[in-house]
């Protein structure tokens, strides 16, 4: 009974910050590459950021690595995106992402949704 829930998302003015978290339970968290993802109405879903097994590394998609900080919790269990200066393009439904180094098993969450709006 793998299981990715996320939280944190909301509604929030441009410019402003929000910190997305996805709790791991019932398997190895710290065995998994993590991902965050996102999916704007209507538009394909994107990768944001992929973080190794340790955090040492780290990669972002679109270019973003100036606005959003990827990062994990070992000892918690938890994956987290840090979204700094944030603009109405950001609005999606964000998803939590649990990937093996062989490419499965593959676990999801249900995603948190982000809205970004005056």
């Known amino acids: 009974q793998p299981l990715l829930v996320e939280s944190g998302g909301g509604l929030v003015h441009p410019g402003g910050s929000l910190r997305l978290s996805c709790e791991a339970s019932?398997?190895?968290?710290?065995?998994?590459?993590m991902r965050w993802y996102r999916q704007p109405q209507g538009k394909e879903r994107e990768l944001v950021a992929l973080i190794g097994k340790t955090g040492t590394y780290r990669h972002y998609g679109n270019s973003l690595s100036g606005r959003f900080t990827i990062s994990r919790d070992n000892t918690k269990n938890t994956l987290y995106l840090q979204m700094n200066t944030l603009e109405p393009d950001d609005t999606a439904v964000y998803y939590c992402n649990a990937v093996g180094l062989q490419g499965l098993p593959e676990y999801w969450g249900q995603g948190t949704q982000v809205t970004v709006s005056p």
């Open positions: 019932g398997f190895a968290f710290d065995r998994f590459i």
